[in-house]
């Protein structure tokens, strides 16, 4: 059956019946309305994997980076800049003790 089939039953099956996810073939009793992967994994990894190969976009995304991992990087690189380098506050020099 394909992944997409799988899914749809899965949708529409009612809280309490039997499914196979559709991504790694495990049976699991649906405990939610919305539910359409099993919870034998830790995290999302059945859902990801699910939409990750149904979306065609997604298929190849190993250089695809998210809004909140380009943020984070963005704020990093401005942190890290050498450019404005100046001396620290609590250094000798900063506290205008020289060294003899």
Not at 78 to 89: F, G, L, V
């Amino acid at each position: 059956m394909k992944l997409k089939e799988r899914y749809k039953l899965n949708k529409d099956a009612k809280v309490g019946d039997v499914c196979i996810c559709p991504s790694c073939g495990t049976e699991f009793i649906k405990t939610h309305y919305q539910q359409a992967f099993c919870k034998s994994k830790p995290g999302t990894k059945c859902k990801d994997k699910y939409w990750n190969t149904v979306i065609p976009e997604k298929r190849c995304n190993t250089t695809r980076i998210s809004p909140a991992s380009a943020e984070f990087l963005e704020r990093k690189r401005k942190y890290n800049r050498n450019d404005d380098y100046h001396e620290h506050p609590f250094s000798d020099e900063g506290l205008g003790q020289w060294l003899d």
